[in-house]
């Protein structure tokens, strides 16, 4: 028999991370089978594409920090002279040579100049930085931006009264930071001459660290539990461990707005360009120590609702008339109180139950919903997962087949159960498939399984309705002779080509003739090329990058994908695809239907049993086990003045006001923008209800109901005041992400530096204290927006690298679409932790450094983590007995490049260094697949790809740089 393909492992058409220059591939160490996002086939290097490659490239030498675009350094051991665009940063010392310092971990203090002196640079004097003490200084009314955080750091100025970014403690307020004057150098440089073009190292301690923020928000706001009593105050960071009490407002791990505090009028929030959005996590998980939200059963009559708008009963709803009618928070309307929920009022006016009734007294909670509230007015039956394994030649060849129905086996043990329920409610069903379908009966009286084969891919039916979806105890000796026999039936199989719509639409029929909703799980090889509904071409062409169709790259090559999609919705049909492709499978085509019905992408590139095992079985576990709300519904109302106008997520809409989610589990957000409608009242605020309609893993209808109430100003400083940086990080990658779907990428990149340098000149010009115009301010609160900016424009989606596939862009897109802020925080600003700067017997984790090549020692080690990648970064002078406690090994040459298991030694440091990565992994939603890279080595391109704050191989600029950008943008705008 002929095979049609290539029965040999194809090399993927290009890499799949930062892979090192061709130059290089021949040097020593191997590299391990993992990319950024997927995997390589073992001793084989990531392939460059040959028009991007980068040959002849030497690993650099970890010497000085390298300089920013567009500046020469001076010869070395030679003074630095200060830039000639204007005067120094504070943090800038200058005249006498500077040191090059190869291995530093934080530079060493500029010296303090005394008071009143006066700097000069080549251009003259430099102008005055105001301190508190200077005449002149005006305070701001309660500071510049509003109590900080906590005490702030001095972020290295060399002046002694000079201001800092944000407010100190204390009760005299201070200005905002200033970067000072085009001292910030403007990125083109081109105007000057040669000799001019040298400029002096900016102090990286003298800008705003991430780090840094992170650590005073913990210690400020770490120790007290966050009680949500308050209307419009800001939570906790995501980064910060914190407990939630409820009185009357959503936890923050179920909303997080981009601020608390609205303006009152459209004019106002179109003069600040600050998105006014809302991150909503409905069936988030919450830490063992808080408990679920109640669930109030209030019978046959259902939820009381107003009858005008339909918001829910909540605790800002007003009764009046002695408790005899409400008012609606929402609209207004006044509503008569059932007779059985009548109550009377206190002498202020609040029931005397309130704090008896969840929906009275806190900001979430559940009702169960009446038979009104399910399709065709009866009540759901127990939803039911479907699993749909490839079974062609590269799945069988790559042993993925034996080892999934050998997890398969336990896995089923641990359906999600409701409550104390002794098993699981779900029924489970098995198909397998190729080039046709084949469906098995499993039903318990049978000795053995049966198969029937549906070859008429054109026009899919369920060739069998009883046996096909059973109960996994009543049935289990019949399923375990299935999964047994599956890998064993298929084992000679040279047939290469499979279908992929054909075999959604058949586990959607099975669904739709069960009555009940589902979830199908679809573990996929290849891009489905047999003649069938859905084919598809390889249309993977790196050529368009940068140009107007590079928008193609990101859109699905037909629409039958979205129409299957909506056909799933309908029917509650959930698909989660498990894709091991060992070349390009058009991703973005294939994740249309997870991406419509609430569904999860996971993909393992050149998939290998031995090494990509634990990642995929711990994927998958968590996959199966975790709750899902099935055939779901939600609608976000707001009070009058404000209303919801656009949804980022993992779902579909038929209509403006409706969010379809055939399935929603505690991972998934839907990001929800606002925009007025009229104008808002200072003293009564605004109010967001969120209304989640679902049906429970045992079948039961349910709402979950969250409640938020917020701020409205009149004063441009109260909305700076009351933001919250990652949320809107959060938001802007969203609208980023969606926005190169129709517009070229360099179009969305111009549009989020514009927005940010209109929230920031909007700033300076309204709320911050008269400077010289050469100064940067930034507001206290959103002081990191440049820094996690430049992070979100230097992404593989918005700048890709030459190794980064078109499939890779497109996976990362719909990951980041459905995120959390917790997720976005560390994706885009991965976590670097040192490793032997701690003293071993510490229990907590380091504290990490900023994600610089800087701040790297090479007498130490690091772990990095991003939610998706984890690296160890070993340097070259670590010593040896520390190479010997975690690797086994007397030497550093003698560790293996790209390991990716640490040997299970008895010491004190291999103990703490795997326990920390295990911590590090019980933390993040997909398991992270740990990379040991040594400095010097080609891994280590890789690696730096991580390094944020650096300038990428891909042509985004270094944080520094982009502070420089940004300051002239803002200038620009206020000029």
């Not at 002096?200 to 539990?225: F, K, L, Y």
């Not at 104390?420 to 409610?425: D, L, P, V, Y």
């Not at 701040?855 to 970064?873: I, K, Q």
Request: net charge neutral; proline share 9%; aromatic share 8%.
């Amino acid at each position: 028999m002929q095979i049609s393909g290539a029965v040999a492992p194809a090399p993927p058409s290009s890499g799949l991370g930062y892979g090192p220059p061709t130059s290089l591939a021949s040097a020593s160490g191997s590299f391990p089978n993992s990319g950024l996002y997927g995997s390589y086939p073992q001793g084989q290097a990531p392939p460059l594409s040959q028009a991007q490659g980068h040959p002849g490239i030497q690993t650099p030498q970890r010497s000085a920090p390298s300089q920013a675009s567009g500046f020469t350094p001076p010869a070395s051991g030679g003074p630095r002279l200060p830039s000639m665009t204007g005067p120094l940063l504070p943090g800038q010392s200058f005249g006498g040579p500077s040191v090059s310092q190869p291995n530093h971990v934080s530079s060493p203090p500029p010296q303090a100049l005394p008071p009143g002196t006066q700097m000069t640079g080549p251009l003259g004097p430099l102008p005055p930085m105001h301190s508190p003490q200077q005449p002149g200084y005006q305070p701001q009314q309660n500071g510049s931006f509003g109590p900080a955080r906590g005490p702030q750091p001095n972020y290295g100025s060399p002046y002694p009264a000079a201001p800092t970014f944000g407010s100190q403690s204390g009760p005299q307020p201070l200005p905002p930071k200033r970067l000072d004057p085009d001292a910030i150098p403007s990125p083109q440089l081109s105007e000057l001459p040669p000799q001019q073009k040298t400029r002096h190292r900016i102090d990286p301690d003298a800008i705003p660290s991430p780090i840094q923020v992170i650590e005073d928000d913990r210690n400020n706001r770490g120790t007290e539990p966050f009680v949500t009593g308050v209307r419009g105050q800001v939570p906790p960071l995501v980064t910060t461990n914190f407990l939630v009490k409820d009185q009357g407002n959503a936890s923050p791990r179920y909303i997080r707005c981009t601020s608390y505090n609205i303006p009152c009028t459209s004019d106002m929030a179109k003069q600040a360009q600050v998105p006014l959005a809302a991150v909503i996590k409905p069936l988030a998980r919450l830490p063992p120590e808080e408990a679920s939200p109640y669930v109030v059963d209030h019978g046959e009559s259902g939820p009381l609702r107003c009858n005008r708008c339909k918001a829910y009963m909540c605790p800002f709803m007003q009764f009046i008339e002695g408790g005899r009618r409400f008012q609606c928070c929402f609209c207004s309307c006044i509503n008569d109180v059932p007779p059985q929920y009548f109550q009377h009022l206190d002498h202020t006016g609040k029931r005397v139950d309130a704090y008896d009734r969840p929906e009275l007294s806190l900001g979430s909670y559940e009702f169960l919903a009446t038979v009104d509230y399910c399709k065709n007015n009866k009540f759901p039956s127990p939803p039911a997962f479907i699993f749909m394994i490839d079974v062609s030649y590269n799945a069988i060849r790559t042993g993925l087949v034996r080892l999934l129905c050998e997890e398969l086996k336990s896995l089923l043990d641990f359906l999600p159960r409701e409550g104390g329920a002794e098993e699981s409610a779900i029924r489970v069903g098995f198909v397998t498939y190729n080039k046709v379908l084949h469906f098995y009966n499993v039903k318990s009286s049978l000795a053995q399984p049966q198969m029937m084969v549906v070859s008429d891919v054109a026009d899919m039916f369920v060739p069998l309705l009883d046996g096909f979806l059973v109960n996994v105890n009543e049935s289990r000796a019949v399923i375990t002779s299935l999964l047994d026999q599956i890998p064993e039936m298929f084992a000679d199989t040279r047939e290469t080509e499979t279908v992929f719509v054909p075999v959604i639409q058949a586990g959607m029929e099975a669904l739709k003739a069960a009555e009940c909703a589902g979830k199908l799980f679809l573990f996929h090889t290849s891009l489905p090329i047999a003649e069938a509904p859905g084919k598809l071409k390889n249309r993977d062409d790196r050529k368009l990058i940068n140009t107007d169709k590079e928008k193609t790259l990101f859109q699905p090559q037909t629409g039958a994908y979205q129409t299957l999609a909506k056909e799933c919705v309908a029917q509650g049909c959930c698909v989660d695809l498990f894709l091991f492709p060992n070349q390009y499978v058009d991703v973005a085509t294939l994740s249309v239907v997870p991406q419509l019905t609430g569904g999860s992408v996971y993909k393992y590139a050149c998939f290998q049993v031995e090494n990509d095992q634990e990642r995929f079985l711990s994927d998958l576990r968590r996959d199966v086990q975790k709750v899902v709300g099935f055939d779901a519904v939600m609608r976000v109302r707001t009070s009058t003045g404000i209303r919801a106008v656009d949804f980022f997520g993992a779902f579909y809409m038929s209509n403006t006001t409706d969010v379809e989610l055939a399935g929603l589990d505690g991972d998934k957000t839907v990001t929800v923008e606002f925009k007025h409608d009229d104008r808002l009242n200072e003293e009564s605020g605004a109010l967001l209800q969120c209304a989640l309609l679902y049906t429970s893993c045992a079948g039961q209808r349910r709402l979950r109901i969250h409640n938020l109430a917020l701020n409205c100003c009149t004063q441009l400083a109260d909305l700076y005041r009351n933001c919250e940086t990652d949320t809107l990080i959060n938001y802007m990658a969203k609208f980023a992400y969606r926005g190169v779907l129709n517009s070229p990428v360099k179009a969305v990149r111009d549009t989020l530096i514009t927005q940010c340098a209109q929230i920031l000149a909007c700033y300076r010009k309204n709320c911050a204290s008269p400077s010289s115009a050469g100064q940067l301010i930034l507001p206290e609160c959103m002081k990191l927006l440049p820094v996690y900016l430049n992070c979100v424009l230097k992404s593989d989606v918005l700048q890709p690298g030459a190794e980064i596939t078109t499939d890779d862009r497109a996976y990362v897109r719909q990951l980041v679409t459905s995120m959390d802020v917790a997720e976005t925080n560390v994706f885009f600003y991965p976590r670097l932790l040192p490793l032997t700067k701690s003293p071993i017997e510490s229990t907590t984790e380091p504290p990490a450094v900023r994600a610089s090549e800087e701040r790297l020692s090479n007498g130490d080690m690091y772990l990095l983590e991003n939610g998706l990648n984890l690296f160890l970064w070993v340097g070259a002078s670590v010593q040896q007995g520390v190479v010997q406690s975690l690797f086994s090994v007397s030497s550093f040459s003698q560790i293996t490049s790209g390991l990716s298991v640490l040997p299970v030694l008895d010491n004190p440091l291999s103990k703490k260094v795997r326990g920390l990565i295990d911590s590090l992994r019980a933390q993040r939603s997909r398991y992270m697949k740990l990379i040991v890279v040594k400095q010097e080595d080609k891994l280590e391109m890789l690696f730096k790809h991580f390094l944020v704050e650096d300038k990428s191989l891909s042509g985004g600029a270094s944080y520094v740089d982009f502070l420089c950008h940004m300051h002239k943008e803002i200038r620009q705008l206020l000029s």
